[in-house]
């Protein structure tokens, strides 16, 4: 995270060379001064993407200078929506590969009925990863991703993640793990982004990451962190239906927003108030 501090504005960004993408989580200040130096970064570090966080009072502002609306994240602001504004420096990137396809896939999703999973069976068992499960969540992201947006498959990366409390759940079979997911916390706005889900191939159609949400928002409520979404492949069916049938809903697709084992991909956003949910869940 680069903080950003010029004499008319401020902004907290993440440069994404990986894939050539600007971040902004958060900004204050003149807009007109902001976009001048988008413009500068992206042509610096040969970025093609923008994705910006935007409160609704400044959503007119962005819309006026070329950006479009692809998601929002209602409550992320500390109870306030969060408009994701996008630009493109890259009239490739803007392309929108297989949006028919992934538009019948999240109608066929949407029709599926809400559902909480069922009990875990034995001999799956579910548990908080520690420091130790560090090399065999690496190997399990290796197997699972060719490619990923974050870099799991450092071990160091991956260790630094669960020494710093980052809520990291685990599926094991026959102390092996085979499925884990992860929660990104942000402190100052009180929200969560569910992130790093993975289950190996011969585990899946068991809701095994149905399991691992429903655990993660429970210790998320127990930090009294209610606005949690997540980014989902627009093209996987399994994910986008595990997070549906837990009762979060659609608010967008962000196009060729990162790379994922081979090429850029679509990601859905989901999200979820846990404030709804009774102190039993």
Same mark, same amino acid.
């Given at each position: 995270?680069?903080?950003?501090?010029?004499?008319?504005?401020?902004?907290?960004?993440?440069?994404?060379?990986?894939?050539?993408?600007?971040?902004?989580?958060?900004?204050?200040?003149?807009?007109?001064?902001?976009?001048?130096?988008?413009?500068?970064?992206?042509?610096?570090?040969?970025?093609?993407?923008?994705?910006?966080?935007?409160?609704?009072?400044? +959503? !007119? @502002?962005? =819309?006026?200078? *070329?950006?479009?609306?692809?998601?929002?994240?209602?409550?992320?602001?500390?109870? #306030?929506? %969060?408009?994701?504004?996008?630009?493109?420096?890259?009239?490739?990137?803007?392309?929108?590969?297989?949006?028919?396809?992934?538009?019948?896939?999240?109608?066929?999703?949407?029709?599926?009925?809400?559902?909480?999973?069922?009990?875990?069976?034995?001999?799956?068992?579910?548990?908080?990863?520690?420091?130790?499960?560090?090399?065999?969540?690496?190997?399990?992201?290796?197997?699972?991703?060719?490619?990923?947006?974050?870099?799991?498959?450092?071990?160091?990366? +991956? !260790? @630094?993640? =669960?020494?710093? *409390?980052?809520?990291?759940?685990?599926?094991?079979?026959?102390?092996?793990?085979? #499925?884990? %997911?992860?929660?990104?916390?942000?402190?100052?706005?009180?929200?969560?982004?569910?992130?790093?889900?993975?289950?190996?191939?011969?585990?899946?159609?068991?809701?095994?990451?149905?399991?691992?949400?429903?655990?993660?928002?429970?210790?998320?409520?127990?930090?009294?962190?209610?606005?949690?979404?997540?980014?989902?492949?627009?093209?996987?069916?399994?994910?986008?239906?595990?997070?549906?049938?837990?009762?979060?809903?659609?608010?967008?697709?962000?196009?060729?927003?990162?790379?994922?084992?081979?090429?850029?991909?679509?990601?859905?956003?989901?999200?979820?108030?846990?404030?709804?949910?009774?102190?039993?869940?």
């Amino acid at each position: 995270m680069i903080e950003v501090n010029r004499r008319d504005f401020s902004a907290l960004c993440i440069q994404d060379s990986f894939n050539k993408r600007l971040r902004i989580e958060d900004y204050r200040g003149n807009i007109s001064s902001m976009i001048y130096y988008i413009k500068r970064e992206l042509n610096k570090h040969q970025l093609e993407k923008v994705i910006i966080k935007s409160r609704y009072e400044q +959503v !007119q @502002s962005w =819309l006026q200078h *070329g950006y479009r609306l692809e998601a929002t994240i209602p409550s992320y602001f500390n109870g #306030s929506t %969060a408009y994701l504004m996008t630009f493109y420096e890259s009239q490739e990137r803007q392309v929108h590969n297989h949006y028919a396809k992934e538009n019948n896939l999240l109608q066929k999703v949407q029709l599926l009925p809400l559902k909480c999973p069922e009990t875990l069976l034995s001999p799956y068992k579910l548990r908080k990863a520690i420091k130790s499960d560090a090399k065999q969540l690496v190997t399990l992201y290796k197997t699972v991703f060719t490619i990923y947006p974050s870099p799991l498959h450092d071990l160091v990366y +991956v !260790q @630094s993640m =669960l020494e710093d *409390g980052t809520p990291f759940f685990i599926v094991e079979y026959e102390e092996k793990i085979v #499925s884990a %997911a992860a929660a990104e916390i942000n402190t100052l706005y009180n929200n969560a982004e569910l992130t790093d889900c993975a289950t190996l191939p011969s585990h899946r159609s068991l809701g095994l990451m149905k399991h691992l949400m429903v655990e993660i928002e429970r210790e998320l409520k127990k930090k009294y962190v209610y606005c949690v979404y997540t980014i989902a492949r627009a093209l996987s069916f399994g994910v986008n239906a595990a997070f549906h049938q837990l009762g979060y809903a659609y608010s967008g697709r962000l196009i060729n927003n990162c790379l994922i084992s081979t090429a850029l991909e679509n990601m859905n956003v989901w999200s979820k108030d846990l404030s709804t949910l009774t102190s039993e869940s």
